[in-house]
C-alpha cells in the first residue's frame, strides 16, 4: 500500500484538506487546478448564480468531457465503456448458467 498524505488544496478561493497518496500528488494538484479553472469559467459566465450550482455545473461539464473523450489512437473512451458492460453482462450471464448446473 502506498503512503498517504494530507494536502491544503484552493478551488475558488476555498481551503480544502484531502488525502492523497504520496506518488499521485502531482496528478491531484493538475485536477485541482483544472476544477479551478472549471468553475471559474462558469462563474465568469454570469449564468450560474450560487458556488453550489457552479460545483454541479463544472462536474456535470467535465463528466461530459470525460465521456465523449478520444484518447490517442483513435480509442473512444465511451464506446470502450459501453463494450466493458456488454462483457461483464456476458460473464454475469455465463457464471449463472454455472451456478445452475450445481
Known amino acids: ?3 498517504t ?3 491544503d488544496v484552493t478551488i475558488m478561493g ?3 484538506r484531502v488525502a492523497c497518496p504520496v506518488d499521485e500528488e502531482d496528478a491531484l494538484l493538475e485536477a485541482v487546478g483544472f476544477v479551478d479553472r472549471k468553475m471559474r469559467e462558469i462563474r ?3 449564468n450560474v448564480m ?3 450550482k ?3 455545473m463544472a462536474a456535470l461539464n467535465i463528466a461530459h468531457e470525460f465521456m465523449n473523450t478520444r484518447v490517442t489512437g483513435g480509442l473512444d473512451v465511451a464506446d470502450f465503456r459501453r463494450r466493458i458492460g456488454r ?3 456476458t460473464v454475469e450471464d455465463a457464471l449463472k448458467e454455472q451456478q445452475q448446473l450445481f
Open 87 to 89: 462483457m461483464q453482462q
Open 54 to 56: 457552479v460545483a454541479i
Open 5 to 7: 498524505k494530507q494536502l
Open 14 to 16: 476555498r481551503e480544502f
Open 50 to 52: 450560487g458556488i453550489d
Open 44 to 46: 465568469d459566465s454570469g
Open 1 to 3: 500500500m502506498s503512503e
